[in-house]
């Protein structure tokens, strides 16, 4: 198996906004780009003969410096001045599992 980057968008709302991306995908950085917060994860991408990665859908949510936190697990800042974005991962990674289990890349265009 291949690994690749892939960057999912998260909007600036009090709401709870989820991405499907492979089971095994792994945050590795929290930003901004262009305006927006990005989250960046690494996943293993199947090659030709190796098994299918199953999708889970990840629940994510944006809280701003001094803002109460009720749910989740820290995962990553950023930084759009003069405002600072802090998000959280409300289940744990995998625990909500979509029905469609075939392989599928992320809506999402791989970072190069």
């Not at 950085?29 to 996943?43: N, S, T, Y």
């Not at 090659?47 to 629940?59: A, E, F, L, N, W």
């Amino acid at each position: 198996m291949n690994k690749r980057v892939w960057k999912y968008a998260l909007t600036l709302t009090d709401n709870f906004q989820d991405h499907e991306m492979p089971e095994n995908a792994r945050i590795i950085h929290v930003g901004e780009q262009g305006g927006a917060i990005m989250l960046w994860v690494e996943a293993k991408i199947p090659m030709s003969g190796d098994p299918p990665i199953r999708q889970v859908r990840r629940i994510f949510r944006v809280h701003g410096t001094g803002h109460p936190i009720t749910v989740g697990e820290y995962v990553g800042t950023a930084i759009m001045s003069p405002l600072v974005w802090h998000v959280y991962e409300i289940d744990p990674p995998g625990t909500v599992v979509l029905l469609n289990t075939q392989a599928a890349a992320p809506n999402t265009s791989p970072e190069l």
